[in-house]
Nanobody, 116 residues
């Protein structure tokens, strides 16, 4: 059974930083391109960053230069370092595989709130 467990969210002031973590189990992790998604109130879930097994990354324009995705293929972990946070980054953040590999089940997500 696949499990995705996100953590690391919280309340932070604009300009601050957070590091999100996602623990993955129940799948052959290094076969999957993994990503971080977010869903703000009233909006659709969107992919903000992806990372292939070999480390190639891509980012949504809205977070490029501020967010960094990484992974540990030994520990089956995915991370999202978020710097220079803005109020519009406020959302619930989720990890999952990307594209056709996306898993049907999602974790509980972790809330990120950027506010002064």
């Amino acid at each position: 059974q696949v499990q995705l467990v996100e953590s690391g969210g919280g309340l932070v002031q604009p300009g601050g930083s957070l590091r999100l973590s996602c623990a993955v189990s129940g799948m052959i992790f290094n076969l999957y391109t993994m990503g971080w998604y977010r869903q703000a109130p009233g909006k659709q879930r969107e992919l903000v960053a992806g990372i292939q097994s070999g480390g190639t990354t891509n980012y949504a324009d809205s977070v490029k230069g501020r967010f960094t995705i990484s992974r540990d293929n030994v520990k089956n972990m995915v991370y999202l370092q978020m710097n220079s946070l803005k109020p519009e980054d406020t959302a619930v953040y989720y990890c999952n595989a990307v594209g056709y590999q996306k898993l049907s089940s999602w974790g509980q997500g972790t809330q990120v709130t950027v506010s002064s």
